[in-house]
């Protein structure tokens, strides 16, 4: 089939299109950076117990890597990731005193605003569930700096890795030294991984063009409203994930696996269409399979395999759905140019058409940034 220029353009509007209505909006933005702000300014207050040990909040995951999208239900919740840094010792704590140090604060928090639910100690996190109709809950990660702890670590196994500066050790229950002074914890980066992110997707460099097209400096640029191609195509997978997955969520892809695959298979495409093509033609490549299990590692922490949990099972319902995305985006090119296509493409990403205007991703779509819109300690669902 002999495919035009136009019908190519076309498609890859439309997909810029859906992409843009399955972004978090303005508002819930605006909501989710207020909530984690909220509780840093509670962790910084004159009378916390822990202003001692300067606390760092900051998100991890979808919200700060820019490939957030709405949930498929109106009953759904966003999860709004974050994590407190406290400037601690592994020599003077113990994992279990870390996390029970910020849930004195955090309990403290709940009651001073009066929530409904005290925060829950989970596995590795606090988790703080609002109002009925806030659509927010947010799980808060306990966790100190350890950079040189995680250099040390990697160079005893011979590792290599990037973006170590930002290594920090956390929390886990289930850790057999939760209770016990030991240098062995748990280990994560996510400002790491941000960093990583934003570097395979060129944002700096998308970023400058926003700015000379509308005639402002780089600095007053949003960062969160500048969307690339390749995240684009994170959030378009992972909502067509969401649709094949509704009924059989036990073999649901975790966002991570689809983004770090994503970003390791992209070539720096110039439009969605092209990134999404070659991305789900490209990253069952960086899949490692020794024979016997699946491994998909950590870009920024060769330690964590992020597909430690997959079964057999697992795999084959991953690849299985692979093919359904590349076959389904792919289809998009046999459409004319005409109502067909967006039809087609709206209503099998599970939203209503007449939403989704040829218009949307032109002059319409373009949003003119306010001046100063910028999110301190920008580097969230770290394993979601």
């Not at 997909?15 to 702000?37: C, G, M, P, T, W």
């Not at 919740?77 to 974050?82: A, E, H, P, T, V």
């Not at 949003?367 to 300690?377: E, G, K, L, M, S």
């Amino acid at each position: 089939m002999i495919i035009s220029s136009s019908q190519q353009k076309h498609a890859n509007k439309l997909l810029e299109n859906i992409s843009a209505d399955l972004d978090i909006s303005e508002s819930y933005f605006d909501k989710a950076v207020a909530r984690y702000q909220s509780i840093g300014d509670w962790l910084s207050r004159k009378e916390s117990s822990l202003l001692d040990f300067n606390p760092k909040v900051y998100p991890q995951g979808s919200l700060c890597l820019g490939t957030v999208i709405k949930p498929l239900s109106n009953a759904d919740d966003y999860d709004l990731d974050i994590v407190i840094e406290l400037d601690l010792s592994k020599k003077h704590v113990t994992q279990k005193r870390l996390k029970e140090l910020i849930g004195v604060e955090i309990i403290g928090y709940a009651k001073a605003h009066n929530m409904n639910h005290l925060p829950k100690n989970g596995k590795r996190c606090w988790a703080v569930e609002y109002a009925e109709g806030a659509n927010f809950h947010m799980d808060i990660l306990p966790s100190i700096p350890d950079a040189t702890g995680f250099r040390m670590l990697l160079e005893a196994k011979q590792m290599q890795s990037c973006h170590e500066d930002f290594a920090i050790s956390i929390t886990d229950k289930e850790w057999p030294n939760y209770n016990t002074i030991s240098q062995d914890w748990p280990q994560s980066n996510p400002k790491g991984y941000a960093a990583w992110f934003k570097e395979r997707t060129e944002l700096a460099r998308h970023i400058a063009v926003y700015a000379e097209s509308r005639g402002i400096s780089i600095d007053e640029v949003p960062e969160f409203r500048v969307k690339t191609p390749l995240q684009r195509a994170v959030q378009l997978l992972k909502r067509h994930r969401d649709l094949v997955f509704q009924k059989n969520g036990d073999f649901k892809p975790i966002s991570i696996i689809i983004t770090t695959l994503s970003a390791l298979a992209y070539k720096g495409e110039s439009d969605v269409l092209a990134a999404l093509s070659n991305i789900t033609s490209q990253m069952g490549r960086f899949i490692v399979f020794d024979g016997h299990r699946y491994s998909i590692k950590n870009p920024v922490n060769p330690l964590e395999d992020f597909a430690d949990r997959w079964s057999a099972a697992d795999a084959e319902h991953f690849f299985k759905w692979l093919k359904q995305a590349q076959k389904f985006f792919g289809s998009l090119l046999e459409f004319a140019d005409d109502e067909r296509s967006r039809v087609f493409l709206a209503e099998s990403l599970g939203m209503p058409s007449k939403r989704v205007a040829f218009s949307h991703g032109s002059e319409n779509s373009k949003i003119t940034c306010p001046p100063n819109r910028t999110i301190q300690n920008q580097p969230r669902a770290w394993r979601r």
